[in-house]
């Protein structure tokens, strides 16, 4: 729904990349045609300058690495990936004030932010049975006790229904 709400192609493509490579809003607004990959079968990974100047690789779903090689045209390679229509790149604070109206107009919580995308992106990756090393690494986490926060509580499961019921008492 919010991605249909986006004002614009370029828009509704800055959020599939942000939400389907878990970026942070500065790592998106920073990403040049240099930093986006062609791999084999279609893939398309993310060269991402992360916090403390680590670089590391995102390899996006491969409808979103479509949509993004699209949206390329005849950008050079140090060209911004989501140019601002001044020229240049995005700014953080035009992303969270798009994001804003694409989300008012979507009716959800306008207060959603660039960084929601992150969250979701880790939650809804977890659910889906991600492990969590490879989510700390897509989103650059140093410690996987901060990935380990988008673990939330799932009342209809329990570790303790994988277990043996032999070992019971009957």
Known sequence: ?????????????LIEVGYGG???VSELVALTWSDVIEREGGKVQLSVLGNGHKRREVLLPEVVGRSLLSLRGDAGANAPVFASPRGGHLTERAVNYMLKRAAANA???????AHWLRHAHASH????????????STLGHGNIAVTSGY???RP????????DPGVFLQ
């Open 156 to 163: 209809g499961t329990s570790s303790g229904l994988s277990l």
């Open 1 to 13: 729904m919010l991605v249909r709400s986006a004002p614009s192609r370029r828009d509704r493509i």
């Open 22 to 24: 878990g970026l942070r």
């Open 151 to 153: 673990l939330h509580a």
């Open 107 to 113: 009716g959800i919580n306008p207060k959603l932010s």
């Open 125 to 136: 990756a977890i659910d889906r049975g991600a492990a969590l090393p490879v989510v700390q």
